[in-house]
């Protein structure tokens, strides 16, 4: 018998306003960033602030035989495991593994008076703050929905949740945990992620696609000290202007296109098919806050998601070497240091990407200046294997319960590395990668915000999903 959606949506109601909106404000408040952006993170102690708030809260939940713990290895942060046995009468020994994390991006400055990174505030039932959306509230989500699916009369198989502590800095942390956990976390026949982005707040969207990333610093040195600029201007080469020749060889600075072929793919013909069906529909996510007169790259919608999804792209996410305007005297620098961010398409291996990225910078540079590449990170991207007819099935009818609209789909241009990674161990799993992450809800920017209607219905779609894989496993999958 299927769950009572209508005792499914006010259990879920009752526990975001009652539950987990208050938890969600408390830690909103913990400036627990991600390993990357804060090397001293195990010493300033907010990251395991963070994970007893998760653990309290997940241990107190009434989940019948659920174990919850934290597994710690030397040296890296922590990953949450809550395991809760089947509930179907012949389970199928299989796993369904719903996934998030708890670590958050840097402040960043631009939030409106009134508002901060680690200050919530709930405006309009949406709750600002770092972190609440990206990525929170998933725990929370993901076992509020478990309890409404029992409260409701369905059933699931067995279940991991898991939530790890370094997603931010491109889960560098996570494959040894998984390593040491493979024999509880089993093996997984579906993959439930709460990681990711929608299109807009009024429909389930599925993500098919994510991005992969190679991140690096470049550093360009021309003198071992600042001179003044009157004396060595016309001598001395700028440093960033050998940086801007050294991007010109990965990137066209007039279209932005990526020049390296070891960064690009064919886009399959299918996902031209879905991005061309589905543009109109997902209008809205390409609305961005653009200063002045500003243009997008491209004016075919079309194109401009594919450019975000199965396309390359570089963004200059960080800039060192320099004063402020305010400060700068007539100096010519000694150096220019910046943080370079590539975003891959979802077929690229990330390591070639990175080696090509790397002779290109540092090959030959212009006027032999000291070229310097440091801090790589690579993560794959992944593209999510076709629908079993029951998962097709079970989005349209979760869709339609919960959200009054069948399911939507589209690709992202984040990253999640943890769904490569699952995809490599579990070929035959199925996928359900979705978030809450709509039009102007700012990740990593300042802003951020959770809209808490959209999340309520994204947990009791949840509990639908759960109950259709159990239905699914009876009948004996994959039909």
Same mark, same amino acid.
């Given at each position: ?10 259990? @879920? =109601?009752? $526990? ?37 708030? #998760? ?33 179907? $009468? ?12 708890? !670590? ?8 409106? =008076? ?6 919530? /505030? ?21 076992? @509020? ?13 067995? &279940? ?5 502590? +370094? ?23 579906? /993959?439930?992620?709460? !990681?990711?982005?929608? $299109?807009? #707040? =009024?429909?389930?969207? @599925? ?11 470049? =550093? ?6 600042? /001179?003044?600029?009157?004396? $060595? ?6 440093? %960033?202007? /050998? @940086? ?14 990526? &020049? ?12 031209r098919e879905q991005v061309a069906r589905t543009a109109d529909q997902v209008a809205g996510d390409l609305a961005f806050p653009y200063a002045g007169s500003t243009t997008a790259m491209a004016d075919d919608a079309v194109e401009l998601l594919l450019n975000r999804t199965w396309r390359p792209a570089l963004s200059v996410v960080g800039f060192d070497g320099a004063p402020p305007p305010g400060e700068a005297g007539n100096v010519l620098r000694p150096n220019t240091r910046v943080q370079l961010s590539f975003r891959l398409p979802p077929h690229v291996d990330p390591d070639i990407a990175a080696r090509a990225v790397v002779d290109a910078l540092t090959t030959d540079p212009p006027h032999g200046a000291q070229v310097t590449v440091s801090g790589i ?25 919960? %959200?009054?609209?069948?399911? *939507? %789909? ?7 590395? #943890? ?6 161990? %579990?070929?035959?799993?199925? #996928? ?8 102007? +809800?700012?990740?990593? *920017? ?34």
């Open positions: 018998m299927s769950p009572d959606p209508t005792i499914v949506r006010r259990y @879920v =109601d009752d $526990a975001w306003r009652s539950d987990i909106v208050p938890t969600l404000v408390d830690y909103v408040t913990i400036p627990n960033v991600s390993p990357a952006y804060d090397p001293d993170w195990a010493d300033r102690g907010h990251m395991e602030r963070a994970v007893e708030l #998760f653990e309290g809260w997940a241990a107190a939940r009434s989940i019948a035989g659920m174990e919850v713990s934290v597994h710690r290895l030397a040296g890296l942060t922590p990953v949450i495991l809550a395991e809760i046995p089947a509930t179907v $009468a012949e389970p199928s020994g299989r796993s369904v593994l719903l996934y998030g994390h708890l !670590d958050k991006q840097p402040e960043m400055v631009g939030w409106d =008076d009134g508002k901060g990174p680690w200050t919530p /505030v709930i405006e309009d039932e949406r709750l600002y703050g770092r972190g609440g959306a990206d990525d929170g509230y998933a725990m929370f989500s993901s076992l @509020v929905a478990i309890e409404a699916l029992v409260e409701a009369g369905g059933g699931h198989e067995r &279940l991991v949740v898991l939530i790890e502590a +370094s997603e931010e800095s491109g889960s560098p942390d996570l494959p040894a945990h998984v390593d040491a956990l493979a024999d509880r976390i089993g093996d997984v026949d579906l /993959v439930v992620c709460l !990681d990711s982005g929608c $299109a807009d #707040f =009024d429909r389930l969207w @599925v993500t098919t696609s994510l991005r992969g990333l190679v991140g690096l610093t470049l =550093d360009v040195s021309v003198l071992d000290e600042g /001179v003044h600029s009157g004396s $060595a201007s016309g001598v001395v080469p700028s440093s %960033f202007r /050998v @940086v801007r020749a050294l991007l010109d060889r990965v990137e066209d600075a007039s279209t932005g296109k990526i &020049l390296l072929p070891e960064l690009t793919c064919e886009i399959p013909d299918d996902v990170e690579s993560a794959p991207g992944w593209a999510a294997p076709p629908l079993r007819p029951w998962l097709a099935d079970a989005l349209d009818e979760a869709g339609r319960t919960f %959200f009054a609209e069948p399911a *939507g %789909f589209l690709g992202e241009g984040g990253s999640i590395p #943890f769904m490569g990674m699952l995809g490599e161990r %579990f070929p035959d799993a199925q #996928f359900v990668v979705t978030g809450v992450l709509g039009p102007g +809800s700012n990740a990593h *920017g300042p802003n951020e915000f959770l809209d808490i209607p959209l999340a309520r219905k994204l947990t009791a779609a949840v509990a639908s999903l759960l109950d259709s894989h159990a239905r699914a496993t009876q009948r004996g999958l994959p039909g």
